[in-house]
């Protein structure tokens, strides 16, 4: 019988009955039992599921069950079942070869090009250009003195403190000619961060651009306790007999790059050398060559500087860089409208803003590849529509595996009601595993943590062996769903992520940790909050970062403590926090709010 109807107080209230496929809840399984066996029944809201995803998860309960019942002892926290052929097929996705010539050493593959384009321009800023034949020269004459002058072997480390600028490519190159390792170092970062960084890294030779820095860093040398030459860059030594370049594996290391770290210092991953050409041969859809401009848009201690830099030079194309400071908005504006740039790569905080601002600067653009924070569907929208035949590239990927591992291409405007956009498959010379807390590959539609593999992972943390083992771990190759083989050796990221239902892409869905992305550049609280608990009087230290930016992006770094002693004054704490701050931590880690909580 119907239950009776209410009353209430100015509202008109009838029965209505609901579709016999209606679903009450957002999701709904039942069993029943026949003759024949089970019969199971799932619905799902249209608003959440689609066919696809309900028909994935019927596959993977439906297994699950089969699982059970012949072993009733399975426990709950076992792996989701694959069968062995959809296992195999998983394998053969994530797994893209590299690039033909991708195994040559990154100074064999620049000679090549060299010397088959002398006169092509290799670097230019609107005020100078270097030709390749010249860039060569410059480079080999720089890395002649370099052996010669500091009696650097191999191996040895080098500090960069340069500004961008087309001598900034010169360096590189030389440095890497000489076999040297790079530890690039952004001059904005304060001396707190420098001196850590030096100091760990065990660099012999510091070397900067400016007059200003040189004075700056000659004058903190006095309170470091760790011995360093520091010197400018000699970028006019004369041209001497050819050098001998140092015979280097393409597996040795090229740089040590300095991300964010959880216990409160930064941490080194080593970049080897054969990662730099994996990128650059197979970072863009249409790869770069001779007649083609790319950006150098990226910080010069931001791992994003290996898309443009070597993008360009071992591609025969021209780097594109800026004759003045990149500072603003309008900075990158003007880069990408006098340059007439072909390829680059832009952080998606700097694309949402120039799309904003200015979208007719990518007017020029062949290919577009964005990539450091989720990207907002309704900003891709509008710049496809307005440039259809322009190539945009959703990319992503951790200094952990050379900068780049995976992309998505899109093919066509996103939808309105598009809140993401996936980071898609991956890259020639990358692997990419979801898997769950098992080790065990995940489902299609089913979350999972991701993990990449290849010959641009790094060779681990600096002088953190501990870690090294933690992220870096090695399987085997049958549980993986690939032939069988030696052990394969992959990176986690603590990326929550998962191939979507239909197995086309892969999407991202936030993290399995505290660490946040923002403006590009990777971040973990835990450092913020360790130089905030360093300050006297504070209690409670936290960070807390606020989303309300493009498709979810991290809008603002929130700064909460409390005081120690009810009697301090919450103004003069907050006073000593931000100057603490700004001493330690590059500007992209300082708390842009403040807030006291007693």
């Not at 002892?73 to 959809?86: D, Q, Y």
């Not at 770069?288 to 993008?311: H, N, R, V, Y």
């Not at 952080?347 to 990539?371: C, K, M, Q, W, Y």
């Not at 992305?517 to 971040?523: A, E, L």
Request: hydrophobic share 45%; charged share 20%; proline share 7%.
């Amino acid at each position: 019988s119907l239950m009776a109807v209410p009353e209430m107080t100015g509202l008109d209230v009838e029965h209505f009955d609901l579709p016999a496929d209606s679903v009450l809840v957002e999701l709904a399984t039942s069993l029943r039992e026949v003759d024949e066996g089970l019969v199971i029944l799932m619905r799902g809201r249209a608003s959440l599921f689609s066919p696809t995803d309900l028909k994935g998860l019927m596959a993977a309960y439906v297994s699950l069950l089969e699982k059970v019942i012949a072993d009733p002892a399975t426990p709950m926290t076992a792996s989701l079942p694959v069968p062995k052929a959809e296992l195999a097929r998983m394998a053969e996705r994530a797994v893209n070869p590299p690039v033909a010539g991708s195994d040559v050493d990154l100074s064999v593959v620049f000679a090549k090009i060299a010397a088959g384009h002398p006169t092509a321009t290799a670097v230019s800023d609107q005020t100078k250009w270097l030709s390749y034949a010249e860039i060569q020269a410059g480079s080999l004459a720089l890395a002649r003195f370099m052996v010669d002058r500091y009696g650097l072997v191999a191996g040895d480390r080098v500090a960069l403190l340069l500004h961008r600028g087309h001598r900034l490519a010169l360096a590189h190159l030389a440095m890497l000619m000489a076999g040297l390792v790079i530890v690039p170092i952004d001059p904005t970062y304060p001396d707190d961060r420098i001196e850590r960084i030096v100091g760990d890294s065990a660099c012999r030779l510091l070397l900067c651009d400016s007059a200003s820095t040189l004075a700056r860093m000659r004058g903190l040398q006095s309170q470091w306790a760790f011995p360093l030459e520091i010197s400018h860059v000699p970028y006019d030594v004369p041209a001497s007999p050819a050098f001998a370049m140092p015979c280097v594996d393409a597996g040795a290391p090229a740089y040590v790059i300095y991300t964010s770290g959880s216990t409160g210092m930064p941490k080194g991953a080593i970049v080897p050398r054969r990662a730099l050409v994996r990128l650059a041969l197979g970072c863009f859809t249409h790869r770069p060559g001779l007649g083609d401009k790319i950006t150098q848009c990226a910080s010069p201690g931001f791992d994003g500087l290996f898309i443009e830099l070597w993008g360009a030079l071992l591609n025969g194309a021209e780097l594109l860089c800026s004759s003045q400071p990149i500072e603003t908005i309008d900075d990158f504006i003007r880069l990408l409208r006098d340059g007439k740039a072909t390829h680059s790569f832009l952080t998606t905080a700097v694309f949402n803003l120039i799309i904003d601002e200015e979208p007719s600067v990518f007017a020029t653009l062949r290919e577009l590849a964005v990539g450091g924070e989720a990207m907002s569907a309704p900003h891709a929208a509008r710049l496809m529509q307005c440039y259809p035949a322009l190539h945009l590239s959703n990319v992503y990927g951790p200094t952990e595996n050379g900068a780049l591992s995976t992309a998505h291409h899109l093919l066509s405007p996103p939808d309105k009601g598009e809140i993401g956009v996936p980071i898609g498959r991956p890259l020639p010379g990358n692997m990419a595993f979801v898997l769950d807390e098992n080790g065990n590959p995940v489902p299609d539609g089913f979350l999972g943590e991701l993990w990449l593999g290849g010959p641009g992972l790094a060779l681990g943390y600096d002088k953190n062996e501990a870690m090294s083992a933690a992220r870096f771990c090695q399987f085997d190759a049958a549980k993986l769903g690939l032939a069988d083989g030696p052990q394969v050796l992959l990176y986690r990221t603590g990326d929550r992520v998962r191939w979507d239902a239909t197995g086309a892409a892969i999407e991202f869905h936030g993290r399995l940790d505290g660490q946040i992305k923002f403006n590009g550049f990777r971040i973990e609280p835990a450092e913020i909050e360790a130089c905030m608990a360093r300050v006297e009087g504070v209690r409670n230290a936290a960070i807390v970062a606020l989303r309300n930016g493009p498709g979810g992006a991290v809008s603002t770094i929130v700064a909460v403590f409390g005081a120690t002693d009810a009697e301090s004054d919450p103004a003069d704490i907050e006073t000593a926090l931000r100057t603490t701050l700004s001493d330690a931590l590059p500007r992209y880690m300082q708390p842009r709010r403040y807030v006291f909580l007693p």
